[in-house]
């Protein structure tokens, strides 16, 4: 079992930054895909970013390319997304997931085995 953890949201004016990480427990997460999902209120789930087991390949949703960057430190168990330039349309409760396989960088909810909490990002205009 694994247990998943974000940290990081809050609130910032648009054109800030944060950086969010998603710390996991129970047993290592390095030999696998994770991931960066988010939900505002009224919308479905959505995906935002994920890496191969190896971080040496990652995918982005087109509304955050080129703003937003996902990373880990197998060391740490731990992937963080740095969200850069953010905007009013950014605000929603982000969570990270872990996807049972290494180089599919799946971008279906449904595809994830384990999923944080969440943590809550607002971006005020």
């Known amino acids: 079992q694994v247990q998943l953890v974000e940290s990081g949201g809050g609130l910032v004016q648009a054109g800030d930054s944060l950086r969010l990480s998603c710390t996991a427990s129970?047993?290592?997460?390095?030999?696998?895909?994770m991931g960066w999902f988010r939900q505002a209120p009224g919308k479905e789930r959505e995906f935002v970013a994920a890496?191969?087991?190896?971080?040496?390949?990652?995918n982005y949703a087109d509304s955050v390319k080129g703003r937003f960057t996902i990373s880990r430190d197998s060391a740490k168990n731990t992937v963080y997304l740095q969200m850069n330039s953010l905007t009013p349309e950014d605000t929603a409760v982000y969570y990270c997931?872990?996807?049972?396989?290494?180089?599919?960088?799946?971008?279906?909810?449904?595809?994830?085995?384990?999923w944080g909490r969440g943590t809550q990002v607002t971006v005020s205009s």
């Open positions: 129970g047993r290592t997460v390095s030999g696998y895909v």
């Open positions: 997931a872990v996807d049972n396989n290494r180089f599919t960088l799946a971008t279906r909810p449904r595809n994830y085995n384990y």
């Open positions: 890496i191969s087991y190896s971080g040496s390949t990652t």
